[in-house]
């Protein structure tokens, strides 16, 4: 009799334990880009990526385009993004650098640069004295996690 209580038990937590993540974790896939206040979220159910700005209590979108890869240090972010079509054999691409810590006359504190072409956006990192390679790296994938409820925000 004691086995098929602790049996019961162990149905019972396991249910209410799927009900809790199932309920709580439905939320957009996100993840934060190193220690900044910038994010990666996936919206709207698909695999498409941005990245938004949290701000005290919302989020702003960043991009319109796609993000394939990030490159981020203090100073920057780099995005290479591409529009969603991956249909065609080139998609269209496009590239950010996203100036942080930064305030203008609104209070925004980033500055975005969009480049359509990869060579004025290869001259503008050289003006810049940025590297890729020096900088910290993430792509645009999200992994899974049915707790994201309780990640600090």
């Known amino acids: 009799m004691a086995i098929k209580k602790i049996i ?3 149905l019972i937590f396991f249910s209410i334990l799927t009900i809790i993540i199932v309920v709580l974790g439905n939320h957009e896939p996100i993840k934060r880009i190193g220690d900044t206040n ?3 979220i996936q919206t709207d159910g698909s695999n498409r990526s941005y990245v938004y700005y949290r701000r ?12 394939e890869n990030i490159y981020w240090n203090d100073s920057y972010l780099l995005l290479e993004c591409h529009n969603g079509d991956l249909t065609h054999q080139s998609p269209e691409k496009a ?3 996203i100036e942080q810590n930064v305030s203008d006359s609104e209070g925004v504190p980033w500055r975005v ?4 072409s990869k060579s004025s956006y290869e ?3 050289s003006i810049l004295h940025l590297k890729k390679s ?3 790296h993430t792509d645009a994938h999200i ?3 049915p707790f994201v409820f309780l990640c600090e925000w």
Do not use: A, H
């Open 95 to 97: 590239y950010y650098i």
């Open 56 to 67: 005290t209590d919302d989020f702003e979108g960043i991009n319109e385009y796609q993000v």
């Open 123 to 125: 001259r503008r990192l």
């Open 38 to 40: 910038f994010y990666l």
């Open 8 to 10: 019961l038990f162990i």
């Open 134 to 136: 020096e900088m910290k």
């Open 113 to 116: 640069n969009l480049f359509k």
């Open 143 to 145: 992994p899974w996690n």
